[in-house]
């Protein structure tokens, strides 16, 4: 086991024990936010065929001098496939959208027109493969769609069904157990008796594991608070996710209610401890192959702690690239602490004429909430950098959509 | 009805025809990406009461000089509640986020100390109230924590559990259904005949409702291609959803598939078209009191018109700020069209050393999927515009996350 490393080895033996997941099959009307597994191709043309970009006629002739007369043959409605091709000489009626005949050179605007029982003239010159929608000029046939990788939207999702794909081979999202740790903390619908809190851990935690596109395997605070049973439910959560986060109880190092529980259930200690603030008492332990995190109990240096431990294993696991968003920028304010290890400040990051800016939050002790509010972003100071002032060059951490 | 009015009065009269709904308790462990629907206020102090903020000894006295020694009565492990006080010249020990004892004038750490069996002898200089943290340092009783329209993350989802509210008061999510027109246009999971092709739409306005934070009601494409049975699939839709969306059909004016089916179910129609491109033949209207939207059937004009006329009233209806993100941004790239009407072109948008840049995406007909990949942006462009020249400065709508 590893002692009070550096967070970029933590996380290196993090994504070494980490796994990405099998795929599954998701419908295309549930796949927004999933990851695709798989390059898709181009199976044909899109469109297939050629179609008409306005109503009007279609013109079996590639250009015709104003006054050209046309004799009518048919029309094609909105759904219908001709049948009969259009010859030089001939206009057939078509729609916005719809299906030109074979043989068509140009259409012509409705308006551009003037109409017969049996013919039609034009009104106007007519140029080469003017009004059509030309097959593939969307995509063409061969062409890589969308890579493996890619976070499914609703443009992506408009183009894998554009191309008939209504089963979509997706990483399979990963299922996480949370066990909020500490004799003194109890579930928010609990009544509390003097020196007890209510777990904001994992709540938050429940939130940062749905956007990163997990899903919570049932827990239940109240049936395990004896802590005997504590390693039976590790056990059980450890079978049943592909990842178990603990909360609390990773002070006092090797004496603590974390570690001494890893230790119950034979954990693999990989690391104990990072050179960072907050939230340096954190660990990572194997049971079995599931990767268990145990992360500060207080609520800042949690979502930190989450945020440089937890997401790149879980965006792994989809396969994602694991690393964040990072930005230089320009801090609007001060901070007057200096970093001891490398210190996360909780702030807000803007595009501002300049480029990046970020403000340092109020309220950054780890154990306070407040700074998690209007957080969209870590401030990454160095070991050993003196205070922050106000104008300095920071790197940051995007968390979030940055305004 | 009106007709091919400005974006503006469009926007205007769905908004005015659009109704909140009602709020709903949702569990805290659920709750990421609701609508707080009620102010939270704190009902005490966050913290309730002071803690320790290190593994240490409290002190009944606020200073005390190098080599002072106090009498040790006794610890406080983590959970405990301490019933005894600490008197001036006696230490009890204390842990990191535990209660401390009633008298604590300040807290020493365990290694700024010398422990014998019932004595403790401090090695630094105390100082009134050191490492403790007070009670309401994070949140004072009576302070607003959040207001209504929150949008809940993380953040917010711990703060309200610290404040022990497991079920959170939240606007329901709009119920959606998706009806898309077009005899030629089958579900992705149909084989195709010539002439037809894949409904794109659907699937790509279920993500974007998704994104919205919608839940669609289930559509059955096959069972109602019959055009009879269109006017009893939109009743029915209509008596159980909060709104109705059609896609495709909007050409033609009165005789469009769309109008003929609003018709037939006697919706009142509130406008039809709109002064901008893509997607200028679309139309709102009300069955009873629930609102139809009608969208062009073309991919990126589907898109356009839902950013533009459903967002807006599915934010309302969940108790959010209707109007989105706009910002100035600097053009990267030219784009060869003017605009007659008000123009929505796809960008990218991303914030660089000179503030936001938006780059003009390639495949710009409303038939084309492929803008649709990268976009994060429309740019806003005023009627009787030139075409844009690179470097020009442009209004645009941020859609989500831009980099």
Same mark, same amino acid.
């Given at each position: 086991?590893?002692?009070?490393?550096?967070?970029?080895?933590?996380?290196?033996?993090?994504?070494?024990?980490?796994?990405?997941?099998?795929?599954?099959?998701?419908?295309?009307?549930?796949?927004?936010?999933?990851?695709?597994?798989?390059?898709?191709?181009?199976?044909?043309?899109?469109?297939?065929?050629?179609?008409?970009?306005?109503?009007?006629?279609?013109?079996?002739?590639?250009?015709?001098?104003?006054?050209?007369?046309?004799?009518?043959?048919?029309?094609?409605?909105?759904?219908?496939? @001709? =049948? *009969?091709?259009? $010859? !030089? #000489?001939?206009?057939?009626?078509?729609?916005?959208? &719809?299906?030109?005949?074979?043989?068509?050179?140009?259409?012509?605007?409705?308006?551009?027109?003037?109409?017969?029982?049996?013919?039609?003239?034009?009104?106007?010159?007519?140029?080469?493969?003017?009004?059509?929608?030309?097959?593939?000029?969307?995509?063409?046939?061969?062409?890589?769609?969308?890579? @493996? =990788? *890619?976070?499914? $939207? !609703? #443009?992506?999702?408009?183009?894998?069904?554009?191309? &008939?794909?209504?089963?979509?081979?997706?990483?399979?999202?990963?299922?996480?157990?949370?066990?909020?740790?500490?004799?003194?903390?109890?579930?928010?619908?609990?009544?509390?008796?003097?020196?007890?809190?209510?777990?904001?851990?994992?709540?938050?935690?429940?939130?940062?594991?749905?956007?990163?596109?997990?899903?919570?395997?049932?827990?239940?605070?109240?049936?395990?608070?004896?802590?005997?049973?504590?390693?039976?439910?590790?056990?059980?959560?450890?079978?049943?996710?592909?990842?178990?986060?603990?909360?609390?109880?990773?002070?006092?190092?090797?004496?603590?209610?974390?570690?001494?529980?890893?230790?119950?259930?034979?954990?693999?200690?990989?690391?104990?401890?990072?050179?960072?603030?907050?939230?340096?008492?954190?660990?990572?332990?194997?049971?079995?192959?599931?990767?268990?995190?145990?992360?500060?109990?207080?609520?800042?240096?949690?979502?930190?702690?989450?945020?440089?431990?937890?997401?790149?294993?879980?965006?792994?696991?989809?396969?994602?690239?694991?690393?964040?968003?990072?930005?230089?920028?320009?801090?609007?304010?001060?901070?007057?602490?200096?970093?001891?290890?490398?210190?996360?400040?909780?702030?807000?990051?803007?595009?501002?004429?300049?480029?990046?800016?970020?403000?340092?939050?109020?309220?950054?002790?780890?154990?306070?909430?407040?700074?998690?509010?209007?957080?969209?972003?870590?401030?990454?100071?160095?070991?050993?950098?003196?205070?922050?002032?106000?104008?300095?060059?920071?790197?940051?951490?995007?968390?979030?959509?940055?305004?």
């Amino acid at each position: 086991m590893k002692r009070d490393i550096d967070v970029d080895s933590a996380q290196k033996l993090i994504l070494e024990n980490v796994c990405q997941l099998p795929a599954e099959r998701c419908h295309i009307m549930q796949a927004f936010g999933r990851i695709l597994a798989e390059s898709v191709l181009a199976e044909r043309d899109l469109p297939p065929e050629s179609k008409s970009a306005v109503d009007g006629f279609a013109l079996g002739d590639e250009s015709a001098q104003m006054n050209c007369r046309f004799h009518l043959t048919g029309f094609v409605r909105a759904g219908e496939y @001709p =049948g *009969t091709a259009v $010859h !030089s #000489g001939e206009a057939m009626g078509v729609v916005t959208g &719809g299906c030109l005949p074979s043989g068509t050179r140009s259409v012509i605007m409705h308006e551009k027109t003037a109409v017969e029982a049996n013919s039609i003239t034009v009104l106007e010159e007519v140029k080469p493969y003017q009004n059509i929608k030309q097959a593939g000029e969307d995509y063409h046939q061969g062409e890589v769609l969308l890579p @493996p =990788g *890619t976070f499914l $939207h !609703s #443009g992506h999702i408009a183009l894998l069904a554009a191309f &008939g794909h209504s089963d979509i081979l997706v990483y399979r999202r990963p299922k996480v157990a949370i066990l909020s740790l500490g004799k003194n903390i109890m579930k928010c619908s609990q009544k509390l008796e003097p020196g007890q809190i209510w777990d904001s851990n994992s709540p938050m935690l429940a939130a940062l594991l749905h956007q990163a596109g997990c899903e919570l395997t049932s827990i239940d605070l109240e049936s395990r608070k004896d802590s005997q049973e504590l390693p039976v439910y590790l056990d059980a959560a450890a079978c049943s996710a592909d990842s178990v986060i603990l909360t609390g109880g990773t002070y006092a190092g090797s004496q603590s209610e974390a570690r001494q529980l890893l230790d119950s259930v034979q954990a693999r200690m990989i690391y104990w401890g990072t050179d960072s603030q907050p939230g340096s008492h954190n660990g990572f332990a194997l049971i079995g192959s599931v990767p268990v995190f145990a992360l500060s109990g207080n609520p800042a240096a949690c979502a930190v702690g989450f945020t440089l431990f937890v997401l790149p294993a879980v965006r792994h696991m989809q396969g994602i690239n694991p690393d964040p968003k990072k930005v230089r920028a320009r801090c609007t304010n001060s901070f007057n602490k200096g970093a001891n290890s490398r210190r996360y400040i909780r702030g807000r990051a803007r595009c501002s004429d300049q480029g990046w800016t970020v403000t340092v939050l109020p309220g950054q002790k780890p154990s306070m909430i407040r700074s998690l509010i209007s957080c969209n972003a870590l401030i990454e100071v160095a070991p050993g950098s003196p205070p922050l002032e106000a104008g300095a060059s920071v790197n940051i951490i995007l968390l979030e959509e940055a305004d």
